[in-house]
């Protein structure tokens, strides 16, 4: 195999279990079930954080979020951090995006107090070339729109909440898709080639394109998990929120979801598209696909809709490789753990880079070349932090000034998610554990001491492996011995 092409697409929101090849008894996903029986699908598959940017942040860069400390929509992305994008350009590939990855700019490499990256979290991740980019307000979409002949196009969620109302060919989805196809065959398309492109739908607003709105039954549509008796506080909060609180019927969650499973289908559509053009151009055979997302989606399950949260709907996501010259584990379901900090150690390892020292993820190259991994983790872990909604409030009123003040920090949980149990630990060292071997709905938990200890006890191990290593590896003695940070030159 020559040197590949990357495609490495994101579906923003997308859930683990809306595949028809993973079982669902409605959603049709036949381009996607496609990639999974000519690449290997991962089915334990978990986000690090949500909302959008920890996620990416985390997917990205290769590292948990209580290493990256990307918290919320908002907070900067340091600096010092690789990713995927810097790992492509130094390979000789000029990584280009086509929609958004989310990520705020350090604000101390920027020179002019009125850069417009320091007031919004959708900037550009470094190293990535836009051809389109479509952060909130989605401009060139809009514009596009207005080519087409609509009248009084208004703001992007107006429209996107209006998509029902037009034919899918004029989707935000569609019309990602076709930059993408102009780009392939026009003259600025580099051998090989790297392409990012960050899809929106199936992400909110729960309105389908075209005839996609239509093409599900609500009545097939099963009902979602219910909200528990027995309840967090945390849980309480975020079933009376506007943003993260399911309808309250029976009828307008299924309509939720049957507009959820069109933005699915309709983007599988187009991945259609996309693969068959890359089978027309012989480049089929020479291109990894990857296919992740940033987080996944409640869609009703436990009361709540969106992402946030300790339950796994909002981070258990689909995974889709595709490697071509690994053919032997073509077909394959990897059941293990896996998560997205591996997709930058994965797409290191295919590019012929190596891997950075600050990865917390592990290459997925064994599962995809059908061979067991020598060590490999027994549980998922995920972050979420709320903090956002409290920083600049009441500053006058602190006991304790920066830095020393800490109580931010108790505005986050952490997820252990074994097979059996999901351990969740607060930033305020209080704690909960779900036994999910006999009740899968996240309704029953245990106080059993002996598992909550052994369960605490594995993420207090979790968080040692994964402590800040970049020198740590080395000794400045008798000449120097050990690992190197990646790119370190001594010249």
Known sequence: MERPNILFITLDQFRADSLSCAGHGVVKTPHLDMLAAHGVRFASHYSQ??????????????????????????????????????????????????GYTDQGVDPRIVTQVNDPRLFTYESILPGFRDVLHLPEPALAWLQWLNELGYNEVGDTYYELARENERPSQHSITTFLTNTFLQWLNGEETSKPWFAHLSFLRPHPPFVAAGEWAKAYDPAECADPVGVPENRHWLHDVLLQHEATKAPETRSEIQQVKTQYYGNISHVDEQLGRIFDELKRRGEWENTVVVIASDHGEQLGDQGLLNKAGFFEASYHIGCIVRVPQFNAAHGNVVNEFTENIDIFPTLCEVMGEAIPIQCDGMSLRSFLNNETPVRWRDAATYEWDWRDILIGIHPERDAYQWPYDRRLEESHLTVRRSREYAYVHFGDGTWLCFALGIDPTWHTTTNDPEIVLREAQAMLTWRANHAERTLTGMLLRDGGIGRLPAGFSSE
């Open 49 to 98: 954080a949500a909302p959008c940017s920890p996620g990416r942040a985390a997917l990205y860069t290769g590292t948990y979020m209580m290493s990256n400390r990307v918290v919320a929509n908002g907070t900067p992305l340091d600096e010092r951090f690789d990713n995927v994008a810097l790992a492509a350009r130094r390979q000789g590939y000029d990584p280009v995006l086509f």
